[in-house]
Every structure is written in structure tokens, then in C-alpha cells.
């Protein structure tokens, strides 16, 4: 792959009700930082990718809507549907086809606006399944219990995931519900889908998050600090469940081992040295770290008790606070390359992990992670 | 930049309640089953019969059945009647009345691989307390008296055995 990076980064901050901004307004927001970020103005911008889901945004052709406070008007703007990693993949590829020097990347969405469990509902299948009345939390419910029936991963660990998540999120300005919780206040919490508790599972979050791609030439004359992209991929799983084995992520260990390949990184768990996971669900992070091959497959749980994915730990995992804290679908996973760029500049104030060279950003596209992207982002060239 | 914007607009909305819009997305639509989907739903409606595609090029039996194999990327052409017990593969009981679920909660959801296929189907299981319910056990189909050519002809799964 030729060399790009990411030379500008900008949300908003997450909330669970933002009552005062439309969708344009968080997009103008996010791509105002983004470029204050970057120290460029919207004529610097080569094109732009939004990114949305017209379900969330309760509109069709969502993703044109938000076109113009995305300083998209008169430029080539393409839009994609999914989670904003997937919106940058894109972008990054529009980037490297010679036509453009940069884009813009953006991607949005309100949960508080719409009803989860119905917008989830409509991701199953309409004849086959859809009247069975399940959503993203049932389901991932039942991913959880196939994993964790599996890997012997228990509910405490679990617990301590969103512990040390919302925990984390004390230390982000940005974070929706920075939270002081032990283990057991997560295992008193409502259950609201076996073995998934209330604090088991993200709450419904609105924001939207922006970064700029350039590509090598023009970073190059960029005067801030830009974060390379070392490797890239994404992989996509059965779209019916019943066709997967749901206590595994064979999409997302191949989309990491391609991403790593590109990367030249040979020994994952030795090179990565702080990860942003799609933590929609506590089971997600431990499962999604195991599938990234950042530890042994069904060890997660127990380097978790160890402290070792903490702030302070050998390889600290959300740092930010995660989706835990505040899950904004479709920016969630832009997000997590915004938080791995901050990091890798040394900018991610007191959540700031130990000097990392490089670090990876993960994002999920369907239900029970479908489809999954997979950023390595490296400080040096 | 857009810091010196909302100042003014922090002004003006000042004291003012968020005005919101409310509205409800309702737009009919018909999801045509397909010739596929057609001959299973009728299979249950018609028949009480749990019917499989089979790919005879990889020897996969799909349920709920389609009309092209995902692996081979060839059509599937064999259809194989299911004797309609099967295994738990996993499942959840859903606790919490959230919009999606049209029963009274709990509700127990499972992933369960019928006997005779290779991919496991969604559906309710029913006629067993919550609190025993285990990946692995046996369950097989109770069909639903007024039938009306939806997957909802299957009623539930029930426990093989009395539990
Ligand atoms: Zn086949």
C-alpha cells in the first residue's frame, strides 16, 4: 500500500441526548475540529465520505443531508452505510487513487432520537426471522452465552470490563457516563438479557466524529503530527446466524491478520502497544481482543483481572472509556480511530497510555459482529 | 471557529425549550417471500414439515433455507425434509419488555441446529423454566394450531424431554 495518514481529528462530545444540534449541526462541529485539528480550512479538503444509516436518521439518503455542514457542497462527496471505520476505508482508498490529496471522513448518528430495539429489529431477516421480535441486545445476549459457554469467561469478568471502562472515562472530557462502579454493582444491575446486565450492555448515545486522510505527498507539507496508516482490512462473517459458530470472530481474525500483514507486524500481542474495540457489549471486548490476536483465544478474561488492558497496563484497551461509555453507532468505530490518533500524538490528556509507536482501531458493521474493520496506526513513518 | 457561532445561539436559546418533531416512520411494505422461502412456509403451513436446501456440491443443508450456497456460490437444488428435533446451540431469555418483542417477557430466544442440517434456525423455546435452560439441550418443534404461512407456524421448541 502507497503511505497515508491521518493528519486531522475532531468529535463532538458524547451525549445521550443532544437536544440542540440537528445531525448538520454535529457534523459541523466535528468537521470544524477536525480542521482546526489538521490547521487547514474546507477549500484544503479534496472530497468528502459521510457516513450514516438511514434507519438511525429516520430519512432516506441520509448520508446527502449532512453534505453541506461537511463543507461537501461542489466536491465530489460519497457516503457510506455502516460504521465509520468502514466510512474510512473508503476514504483512505479515495485517498490513495491519485485523484484526490485528501478526504474528509465523517460519520454521525442520534440514537436518542429513534427507538434501538425496533432500528435493530429491521436488521434481521424479514421473512424468516424478523416477527421473532429479537434485537442487537438479545442477540448479542446469545453471542455472549455461546461465548462465554466456550471459553469459560465468567460474568464477573465481564462485570470488570465495564468497570474499568466507565472507569476510564472519568478522564475523557468527551465521555457520556464516566462512572464510579464496582463488579458487583454491575451483577445487581437490571439483567436485561441473559447473562448481559444493564451495565453490560452500552447505553444510546449521539454524536459525530471527523478525520482527515491524507494522502503521502500532502502529508508531507501537513505541519501538525500525523499518525500513518500502517495496515488496513476489513472481513465480512454469514449474514444468518445460525450459518456461523457465534462464540467465534473468524471474520475479524482474518481482518486483522491481513491489517497486520500490511503493517509488518509479526507478533501482535509484542507490537501493539494500545487498542481502541468495538466494546458495544463487556463480552465484545474481551472476544474482539482475542480475535484481534491481541492475547490467547479464551485468555482475555484472566489478563483483564491481571490489570493488563488498564490505562496503566501492558496493553491498555479503551483508554477513552470505550462504547461502554457512551456508544454513538455508526461514528463509534470513526471514534476509535480518532482516540488511537490522540493517543499516538501523546494529546490524549489524562487518559494519555505510556508513549505507544503504534496502536489499533476496531470497528463492527451487522448484528453480533457480522463484519469487521481492522486500522493499525503507527507514529512513525 | 465554531466556538464564536454558538456563543450567539447559546443567546438565543437561552430559557428556550428544545422544540422536537415529533413523527412515525410508518411506510407499508410487502417482502415477497420468493420462490424459495414460498415452498418452506408452505411446507409448515400446509404440511407441518420442516424443509432444507441442500448444496450438492458441498453437501451443506441450509436452514432457513435459500436459494444459493454461500460457500460453493452455486445454487443449492436438493430440498430435505427435517424431522424437526434439534440441539440448542445458544440462547438468551429476554428480560426487559424492549419495543421488538410482541410477548410477554421472559421470552426465551435460541440459535437451534436441527437434526439433518448444518445451520441452526432462531425461534422461541417454550415449556421449560428459564432457569434450566442449557446450550446443548434437546428441543424439537411444536407446530401452531391456525397456521398462516409465516415462520410463526412453528409455535416454539419444546424440550425432548419433560424437564
Ligand atoms: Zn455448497
Given at each position: 500500500m502507497d503511505k497515508a495518514a491521518i493528519i486531522g481529528v475532531g468529535m463532538t462530545s458524547i451525549e445521550g441526548n443532544k437536544v440542540r444540534d440537528t445531525f448538520a449541526d454535529m457534523a459541523w462541529e466535528a468537521v470544524n475540529k477536525a480542521l482546526d485539528d489538521a490547521g487547514?480550512?474546507?477549500?484544503?479538503?479534496?472530497n468528502v465520505i459521510t457516513t450514516s444509516n438511514d434507519f438511525w436518521d429516520g430519512?432516506?439518503?441520509?448520508?446527502?443531508?449532512?453534505g453541506d455542514a461537511s463543507g461537501a457542497a461542489h466536491k465530489n462527496v460519497s457516503c457510506v452505510e455502516g460504521d465509520g471505520t468502514f466510512g474510512a476505508f473508503y476514504g483512505l482508498t479515495r485517498a490513495l487513487s491519485g485523484s484526490y490529496g485528501t478526504t474528509l471522513v465523517t460519520a454521525h448518528t442520534k440514537g436518542s432520537q429513534s427507538v434501538s430495539s425496533l432500528i435493530t429489529n429491521a436488521a434481521f431477516d424479514p421473512i424468516y426471522e424478523r416477527s421473532l421480535g429479537m434485537d442487537m441486545i438479545s442477540a448479542c445476549a446469545m453471542q455472549a452465552n455461546a461465548y462465554m459457554n466456550r471459553t469459560g469467561i465468567t460474568s464477573e469478568q465481564l462485570a470488570l470490563v465495564s468497570v474499568k471502562n466507565h472507569g476510564n472515562a472519568k478522564k475523557n472530557p468527551l465521555s457520556q457516563m464516566p462512572l464510579d462502579i464496582t463488579v458487583n454493582d454491575v451483577l445487581k444491575s437490571e439483567m436485561i438479557s441473559d447473562p448481559l446486565h444493564k451495565l453490560d450492555c452500552s447505553p444510546v448515545s449521539d454524536a459525530c466524529c471527523a478525520i482527515i486522510i491524507a494522502n503521502e505527498e500532502r502529508a508531507a507539507k501537513h505541519k501538525g503530527k500525523p499518525v500513518w496508516i500502517k495496515g488496513v482490512s476489513f472481513c465480512s462473517d454469514a449474514f444468518f446466524f445460525g450459518d456461523r459458530d457465534l462464540s467465534r470472530a473468524p471474520a475479524l481474525e482474518q481482518a486483522a491478520k491481513k491489517a497486520y500483514a500490511m503493517a509488518g507486524i509479526k507478533n501482535p500481542m509484542k507490537e501493539i502497544d494500545t487498542a481502541e474495540v468495538y466494546d458495544a457489549f463487556t463480552y465484545q471486548e474481551l472476544m474482539w481482543l482475542e480475535g484481534l490476536g491481541l492475547c490467547a483465544d479464551g485468555e482475555s478474561g484472566r489478563l483483564l483481572e491481571k490489570g493488563e488492558f488498564a490505562i496503566d497496563g501492558r496493553l491498555p484497551v479503551n483508554a477513552s472509556g470505550g462504547l461502554l461509555s457512551g456508544h454513538p453507532v455508526i461514528a463509534a468505530g470513526l471514534i476509535r480511530i480518532a482516540e488511537i490518533v490522540k493517543q499516538l500524538r501523546g494529546e490524549a490528556g489524562k487518559y494519555q497510555t505510556k508513549n505507544p509507536k503504534t496502536g489499533v482501531a476496531h470497528g463492527v458493521n451487522g448484528l453480533c459482529g457480522q463484519s469487521h474493520c481492522v486500522w493499525v496506526l503507527g507514529k512513525d513513518k | 471557529m465554531g466556538t464564536k457561532d454558538n456563543a450567539v445561539l447559546d443567546q438565543g436559546f437561552d430559557g428556550i425549550e428544545p422544540m422536537v418533531f415529533e413523527s412515525q416512520i410508518s411506510v407499508p411494505y410487502s417482502w415477497w417471500a420468493g420462490d424459495t422461502a414460498t415452498y418452506f412456509l408452505k411446507g409448515l403451513r400446509d404440511e407441518k414439515k420442516i424443509r432444507a436446501l441442500k448444496c450438492t456440491s458441498c453437501g451443506k443443508t441450509y436452514i432457513p433455507p435459500r436459494k444459493t450456497c454461500p460457500v460453493c456460490f452455486v445454487p443449492n437444488t436438493e430440498w430435505k425434509d427435517l424431522s424437526g428435533t434439534g440441539t440448542v446451540q445458544s440462547f438468551t431469555i429476554a428480560r426487559r419488555q424492549l419495543a421488538a418483542i410482541s410477548k410477554k417477557v421472559p421470552v426465551i430466544y435460541a440459535l437451534i441446529k436441527l437434526d439433518g442440517a448444518d445451520t441452526a434456525m432462531l425461534h422461541y423455546i417454550e415449556g421449560i423454566s428459564p432457569e434450566k435452560m442449557k446450550i446443548g439441550m434437546k428441543v424439537q418443534a411444536e407446530f401452531a394450531e391456525d397456521r398462516k404461512g409465516t415462520i410463526q407456524d412453528i409455535a416454539f421448541f419444546k424440550p425432548v424431554k419433560e424437564v
Open positions: 487547514m480550512n474546507i477549500n484544503d479538503i479534496d430519512r432516506t439518503i441520509s448520508c446527502m443531508a449532512v | -
